[in-house]
């Protein structure tokens, strides 16, 4: 019954959507508000769905459903790497930019004869001037640690060749600490067994 309702009201809609577009088109003019209005109310009318026909679609086509796995520690990720990427690099950037601007790169000037120059003082950049200063040993102190890595060694040397020279005269010669067992005292021998015969 319902179906057989919706058909009529489509069909109705659809003979005044001609007479109205009919009366529309034989007028010269531009149609009324009133039938403008009729003829949208009608177009309406023309395009929604009966009962019959039960449609769910959303307004680009059929929503599906697609499972995928989850992006939420993917963006955290990002969001986090990017804050603290901006952390520290805001301020790395303001202070670059500011030791450029107010303070700027050194300049070549005459030593005086008494003076003799730190090891930082021949970088040209500020920054590299105080890293050299403050985090990095001198070139001296690096030269020492080294001269005694090869003092160190060439003692090593000195006292393997001097142990293979005396192991090689302990074996000739036959003297040295070599492994023996130590003789035990007579008086702990018991010699009682031997004093009887036997009978």
Known sequence: VSGGRAGGRVKMAARGLVRVAAAALGSSARPPGALRRRLAAASLLLLRPGPGAAVRYGSQGKQMFVVKSSQYYDRRFLLLLRFYILLTGIPMAALITFVNIFIGDAELAEIPEDYVPEHWEYYKHPITRWISRSLYDPPEKGYEKMMALISIEAE??????????????MRERGDGAWYQYETLDKNLIDNSPKSSPDY
């Open 156 to 169: 090593k040397a000195d006292l393997r060749l001097k142990q293979l020279e005396v192991r090689r005269l």
